[in-house]
């Protein structure tokens, strides 16, 4: 059973910073990429960062880079968004997903199925 829990979100002030942390468990053969999405009320899931589970390869959505750090342990299965310079408008439910295939949101060329509960970060002026 695939099991991914995010943890890290809270009230923070503008231009501060904030780490998210997922643990993921359980992934089936497959499932390759992990990614971090962001949900803003009255929007829908918009992709922020993506990183292969082997290999060095992972990145920020192409507006967020410079602010928006993904990175992963490798002997804990964790993977980590770092932010920076915190926006009013960065305030959203974050999520943590894995690959799926055939199944789910495509996010920088990979469908991704299996979702966290999210954790929210508030961002105040």
């Known amino acids: 059973q695939v099991q991914l829990v995010e943890s890290g979100g809270?009230?923070?002030?503008?231009?501060?910073?904030?780490r998210l942390s997922c643990s993921a468990s359980g992934l089936p053969d497959g499932s390759n990429h992990l990614a971090w999405f962001r949900q803003r009320t009255g929007s829908g899931r918009e992709g922020v960062a993506?990183?292969?589970?082997t290999g060095n390869y992972?990145?920020?959505?192409?507006s967020l880079r410079g602010r928006f750090?993904?990175?992963r342990d490798y002997a804990s299965n964790t993977v980590y968004l770092d932010i920076e310079r915190l926006k009013v408008e960065d305030?959203?439910?974050?999520f943590c997903a894995a690959e799926k295939n055939n199944d789910g949101v495509w996010f920088d060329g990979v469908r991704f199925g299996y979702w966290?509960?999210?954790t929210q970060v508030t961002v105040s002026s």
């Open 10 to 18: 809270g009230s923070v002030q503008a231009g501060g910073s904030l």
């Open 50 to 53: 993506i990183v292969a589970l």
């Open 58 to 62: 992972g990145r920020a959505a192409e």
């Open 69 to 71: 750090w993904v990175s």
């Open 91 to 94: 305030s959203a439910k974050y």
């Open 116 to 118: 966290g509960q999210g």
